[in-house]
Nanobody, 117 residues
Framework: QVQLVESGGGLVQPGGSLRLSCAASGITFSVYFMGWYRQTPGKERELVAVISTGGTTNIPDSVKGRFTVSRDNAKNTVYLQMNSLKPEDTAVYYC???????????WGQGTQVTVSS
């Protein structure tokens, strides 16, 4: 049974930082692209970070310079470091695994990130 379990979400003030973690089980973690999407009510899910099996990252311009993604294959875990957070970063963040930069084969349950003073 495949499981992607996110943690690390919560409430943070504007300008603050959070690190999300996603622990995977039931898959050969090292052969999957891993990453993160986010979604707010009424909007489509938005890709925010991807890391390939070889460690190449893809960060969209909307969060480039503030978000970084990393992976620890020994721990079957992918991380999303979010700095200089803005209210518009408020969303549910989903971990995902796939065989390309599009991810989307497996999904976590999501973790809420709220940026507010």
């Amino acid at each position: 049974q495949v499981q992607l379990v996110e943690s690390g979400g919560g409430l943070v003030q504007p300008g603050g930082s959070l690190r999300l973690s996603c622990a995977a089980s039931g898959i050969t973690f090292s052969v999957y692209f891993m990453g993160w999407y986010r979604q707010t009510p009424g909007k489509e899910r938005e890709l925010v970070a991807v890391i390939s099996t070889g460690g190449t990252t893809n960060i969209p311009d909307s969060v480039k310079g503030r978000f970084t993604v990393s992976r620890d294959n020994a721990k079957n875990t992918v991380y999303l470091q979010m700095n200089s957070l803005k209210p518009e970063d408020t969303a549910v963040y989903y971990c995902s695994a796939g065989i390309s930069m599009a991810l989307g084969i497996y999904w976590g349950q999501g973790t809420q990130v709220t940026v507010s003073s």
